[in-house]
Structures are given as C-alpha cells and as structure tokens.
C-alpha cells in the first residue's frame, strides 16, 4: 500500500530545501497520514487517510 490516502488521494510532493546560501537540494514531502479503522461499504476495514480528511468527516470511523 503506498503513501497516499484512500479518501482524497494526496500523497507526497516534490519540491528543493532551500539554505540561507540559496543553495537547493531536492526533497520530499509526505501526507500526514494515519492507519484508522474506517467503514468502507457497511464492514470495517485499516485504511490509511490524511489528517484533514479525518478532521472534516471524510471518514467514518469503526
């Protein structure tokens, strides 16, 4: 299972560390995501979801 919520779909992004020389290297960004116990058509299953999907109730939970 990849890093990416089952609800929305958000995963990681790319993007550069910039220093305070200017200097960049690049990095990543990954979703906070949780493993919650969510009912997916009436039977409870682990499904990984961002954050903000649980805090809008996106999801609900077993």
Known sequence: MAKICSVC???RVS???VTHSN???KR???ANLRNVRALIDG???RVKV???CLRSGK???A
Do not use: M, Y
């Open 9 to 11: 779909g958000k995963g």
């Open 15 to 17: 993007g550069n560390q």
């Open 23 to 25: 200097k960049h290297n």
């Open 28 to 30: 990543t960004w990954s």
């Open 43 to 45: 039977t409870p299953r």
């Open 50 to 52: 961002c954050t903000r």
């Open 59 to 61: 999801v609900e939970r």
